[in-house]
Each structure stands twice: as C-alpha cells, then as structure tokens.
C-alpha cells in the first residue's frame, strides 16, 4: 500500500510533463518528455509515458523488483488454485497508423483443478514488464466472452504502450479477495507479444 501511494504521489508531481494528451507521437511530445526524464534521478520513477485511457508506463526498478518478488506462478487462495495467462498484440493492418495501434492484453485466472471461481475473487489491475519499464493498467469494464468457462476469469486492457512487436514481457495481475479484502500477485513471464496484419 506503501508503494502503491508512493506511486501516486510521484505521478502527479510529474503530471505537468503532459499537458497535450492529444497526438502521442509529435516531435512536441517527444520533447516534454526528454524534459521530464531530465529530472528524475535515482530516487524517483521516472515517467516515460503517461496516459489516463492507458494507465501509466514508468521506469523504476525497485518496484519492478518487488513486483517480481511478490508475484507467484501458481496462485493458492483457500482450496483453489490459480494461474495466469495472457493473450497480448498490436494492429498494424492498414487502416492502422504507420507504426501500428497501442497493444490490447487479455488476461485469464484460470482456477487449476476447473473448478468455478468463487465470487469474491476478482482480477483488477495489469502490470506489464519490459526491460527496466512497467506498464500499470486498470482493466476495461467489458464483458467476457459468452463462451468463457466458469473456471476462468477475463479481463482486457487496451491503450497500451507500442512495444515491439515480437518481444517478450512479464504480465502480473493484481488479485482482489473481497472476501478476506485481501491482494494477492499472480503473473506469467515471457508472454509474446505479436501482431495482425
């Protein structure tokens, strides 16, 4: 929690840096931002891209590691168990920009034994490594597939960061517990990210 509002604390000092928001890929934005990596310093993250539709990318490496620390590959809450896995790409069909849209990931719980996951077991927030970079998302509102077994979760997140395409990430999701109120750290490493054409 500590962490969580330290986070925040140094997202809105940093905010200022962004105050276009509109065309992410201007010589204009490019250089606000080479301003605002200027004054980080070893012990602020320091922001590499900030949008309120696509959560916020950030460098910090001491919270890169503690996510890593705290996130296990098989998740145990009471009798369940669960794992994570994750479908992630970019658009570059041709009605897509010249270097392609912001990723979209869909991310699955997937209770181990397929059994149905109980209802106060709920996935509610992404984080996606790359190098010495995290991308921190909520997930969307929408609804899962209609054909999604019970023994699954799915939530989506879109507006992503242009990483690659063709590179690997680590994906960790964030578990909320309403019944214990309680969260938990699942998450899967070396997910590819590819791309449609």
Known sequence: M??????????MMFGGCNKEGNDRETTEKKAVFEECNKEGNDNNPVIVEDDPIAGTVVTDTK??????????????IGVHSYTLDAYLWRD?????????????AINWLIEA????????????????????????????????????????????????PKWGPEVTVDVIARVHDSQTDKDY???RKNVYIGRTD
């Open 185 to 187: 750290y699942v998450g």
């Open 113 to 160: 034994d397929s059994v149905e996951i109980p209802g106060n077991i709920t996935l509610v927030k992404q984080y996606m490594i790359y190098e010495d970079s995290v991308w921190i998302a909520d997930y969307t509102d929408e609804p899962p597939a209609p054909s999604l077994p019970a023994y699954k979760l799915e939530k989506v997140s879109r507006n992503g």
């Open 63 to 76: 919270f890169i590691t503690q996510l890593k620390n705290e996130a296990v590959d098989t998740l145990t």
């Open 92 to 104: 570059f069909m041709p009605v897509s920009p010249p270097n392609g849209k912001r990723m979209i």
């Open 2 to 11: 500590k962490k969580q509002l330290f986070l925040i604390g140094i997202l």
